[in-house]
């Protein structure tokens, strides 16, 4: 299916979930109005390993990476997670009922800033008003195949927010400080120049960090972390879970949210950020 142009750029954008609606637009200082920031629970506060009601965590991130059919350059490894254009439309139409039913809010995500998220995604979520958020590797934009400045422009007017997902598209597990710091102060600096606003996402490239790298994201001044472990997070936590879509899986929402509720789940997962975070 051809691309279809994004139309007009939205200046607010109410997104219904269920009997819950969430507004999405530009705060007064004219950056995106992150779509976690309007709860429809009372905040959640973490500490440790302790838990509060399960019926308090809300947002099911849920990573995407290309929509379609994987252009040559994609590399061998990136190819299993771009999924066809006719199931990403299905899986957006019914995501808001299923949603819904699951008593989650929705919130697609877009890792590594292929051209799919302007061409396909971002008409999609805008026809179904759903938020996005789209992180793209700076030492890629305006390559072939992927993001130009010009599309984060139009992402950005169209409010969906841009997050940095690093420069080179490598792991920040274990990089000596200057990668890091490239990594993840640059490539923060360099979108913020190219959206003249503060940019305060970051999305981890393959799930892996370590204790430097969450001391310096937060030194950095991101507001939140998207991370590949599974689960769904409370709508004001730092850290985020999100659950990747692949082709070869099955997404569904309802099994989904019923198994990150579980107790046992949770402590899993809660023990292995913690353990995660000391190394
Ligand atoms: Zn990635």
Known sequence: MAPRALGRPIQAQ????GRRCRQLGRSSA??????????????VVRSGL????PTMLTDLFVIFHGIGDPPAHIPAEERPYWIPEQTF?????????AACAAGVQIVPTFDDGNRSDVDIAAPVLVDSKLPGLFFPCTGR???????????????????FEIGSHGVDHVPWRRLDPDALYHEIAHSKVVIERILGHDITSAALPFGY??????RLLRKSGYKAVYSSAPGISPADSWF??????????????QSIARRSRTLGFRLVSEGKHFLKSLL
């Not at 439309?89 to 009922?97: S, V």
């Not at 993001?147 to 007017?157: F, H, I, K, S, V």
């Open 89 to 97: 439309r299905a899986f957006i139409r019914d995501a808001n009922r």
């Open 50 to 53: 302790s838990f509060r009601r």
């Open 209 to 214: 960090y370590d204790a430097a790298t969450l």
């Open 240 to 253: 985020r879970c999100r659950w990747c879509y692949r082709k070869d899986k099955r997404f569904d929402i």
């Open 141 to 159: 934009i305006g390559r072939k195949g992927y993001l130009t400045e010009a599309d984060l422009r139009t992402l950005n007017g169209h409010a």
């Open 14 to 17: 109410s997104v219904r979930v």
């Open 30 to 43: 004219g950056r995106l109005a992150a779509p976690h920031q309007v709860s429809p629970v009372a905040p």
